[in-house]
């Protein structure tokens, strides 16, 4: 039987797995998708990581994947699960190697029109100030020490040693810090890889972003994140935790690994090692993963941190008189202890998002103050060519994916299949006839992250509207891109 065969359409953008598929499937899987969208995902087996997930214990719901998902660890990219705390297992699989790794954005009074004439000189500095690419090492000297409140205190840290201010942190997931985060559960291996990595881009997909408004299509609700016009400039930051998280990652799967047996855990996938909730061993992986989540917090805020100094330097003007204020920070690989309400019952889950966004709808208290009206701002970053936008939650994403959206375009191509395809240069010649400045630490890490290698972000987010997961407020395009 074929995979359109086995399908269930439930609407034009749901797709259902029928607990039918496989014997052992404890809940049924479910995918937001197109028509037109399904026939990439097909060919990525993309549906059998999402029929493997419903296998782990307590699964409740359904195993579900977002628009932009493809072929991951053990979980699809873009696959969100929840599991009962009570008696259900946590999975590093679930999170990824790249734990918190995830998005910041920043507003600024300036307009295209200012920042144009600009771009190479605000280019060269942000990647003066802003460590990238593999293996790069930081401005920050930290002890081991350090190092252990870094990752117990997080985003805090960084503003009580002058990194950002105290509103950055309202305006941050979790305002910047997981609690539980335990120093002694992380390896020695992992916080040395850590401690010359604080305060660095990284690379692959990461990057800084100095972007322009192109589209409002909700006003009043622009307004309450500080934008106010087509044509105004934001900055967008996307990476993690860089060596320290996956360290994390790689350490936890063997140790989960060993869970799975000792357990006697059932699974189709070793990559789904994984071990009970209120066990040992899966109480250790969430004091690990936490640190790393606080690090990759601690690793966003003092980059916002340079790149405001970038600015006000490029410009001549305070901070203050160039409007830069952060719009929201979230993390899109993470695994968090949140009540639901499943088949009418209120359960206490641990919520894995591997490519998800929280997406959290209007009065729910985790959402800030700030935006308790209208939902907690959800960022999607695009490709570099084509670009972004900034959502909110909604009541359906807490009804149907647990409070979930995409986090991004997805990837359309392999990077070893772009970079057979494509060339670092011809990318950089074909984003500059676009307007677009970039500046990349490789011209094969160029190749790997060109447009063509990504979805379409207008039709992922399109799906997401539609489905009624999250709800589109702003669309921007870059005009100079940094990338690792």
């Known amino acids: 039987m074929t995979w359109r065969e086995t399908l269930d359409r439930l609407d034009d953008y749901c797709w259902e797995i029928p607990t039918s598929y496989k014997e052992g499937m404890r809940v049924s899987g479910r995918v937001f998708a197109s028509e037109a969208m399904l026939e990439h995902i097909l060919q990525e087996q993309v549906f059998q990581q999402v029929a493997n997930v419903a296998f782990l214990p307590g699964i409740v719901g359904h195993s579900l994947a977002m628009p932009d998902v493809h072929w991951g660890y053990g979980f699809p990219i873009g696959g969100v699960a929840a599991t009962r705390v009570s008696d259900g297992v946590v999975s590093p699989g679930g999170v990824g190697f790249d734990i918190n790794c995830g998005v910041r954005l920043l507003t600024t009074s300036l307009t295209a029109e200012e920042v144009i004439p600009k771009i ?69 291996k992992a916080k040395q890889r850590g401690i010359p990595q604080l305060g660095t881009l990284g690379s692959g997909n990461h990057f800084l972003e100095v972007e322009r408004v192109s589209e409002i299509y909700d006003r009043d ?64 992986y969430l004091e690990a993963m936490a640190c790393a989540a606080n690090y990759a917090w601690t690793n966003r805020q003092c980059i916002a941190h340079w790149v405001r100094e970038s600015l006000v330097k490029v410009f001549g003007k305070s901070r203050r008189e160039l409007g830069l204020e952060q719009v929201y920070d979230l993390a899109h690989n993470i695994a968090k202890i949140e009540e639901h309400t499943v088949d009418g019952e209120k359960l206490t889950v641990c919520v894995h998002r591997k490519g998800a966004t929280r997406a959290f709808p209007p009065g729910h208290p985790d959402v800030p103050q700030a935006y308790r009206e209208i939902g907690q701002p959800v960022l999607i970053p695009g490709d570099m060519g084509r670009g972004s936008y900034i959502a909110v939650g909604t009541e359906t994403a807490m009804k149907t994916t647990f409070g979930s959206t995409c986090h991004g375009a997805g990837r359309a191509q392999s990077r070893s299949a772009a970079k057979r395809n494509l060339r670092g240069a011809d990318v950089a010649r074909s984003l500059a006839a ?51």
């Open 434 to 484: 676009r307007g677009i400045t970039v500046r990349a630490g490789s011209m094969g890490g160029l190749a790997e992250e060109a447009p063509e290698a990504y979805k379409d972000v207008d039709e992922v987010v399109d799906v997401t509207q539609r489905a009624g997961i999250s709800r589109k407020i702003v669309r921007t395009i870059p005009i100079g891109v940094i990338k690792g």
């Open 120 to 188: 190479e000189p605000l280019t060269a500095e942000l990647y003066a100030n802003v460590p990238s690419g593999l293996g790069s090492k930081g401005r920050l000297r930290v002890s081991e020490k350090e190092l252990d409140e870094v990752m117990v205190k997080g985003s805090l840290w960084a503003v009580g040693k002058g990194y950002g201010e105290p509103a950055d942190i309202d305006a941050t997931e979790e305002s910047g810090c997981i609690r539980g985060a335990n120093p002694e559960k992380v390896s020695n």
């Open 221 to 284: 609700a622009a307004r309450a994140m500080g934008i106010e016009e087509v044509g105004q400039v934001v900055v967008m930051v996307h990476c993690g935790s860089r060596g320290l998280g996956h360290q994390v990652c790689t350490d936890y799967v063997a140790t989960l690994g060993n869970a799975v047996r000792k357990y006697g855990i059932s699974l189709p996938d070793r990559q789904l090692a994984c071990a009970p909730i209120q066990s040992p061993e899966g109480q250790s």
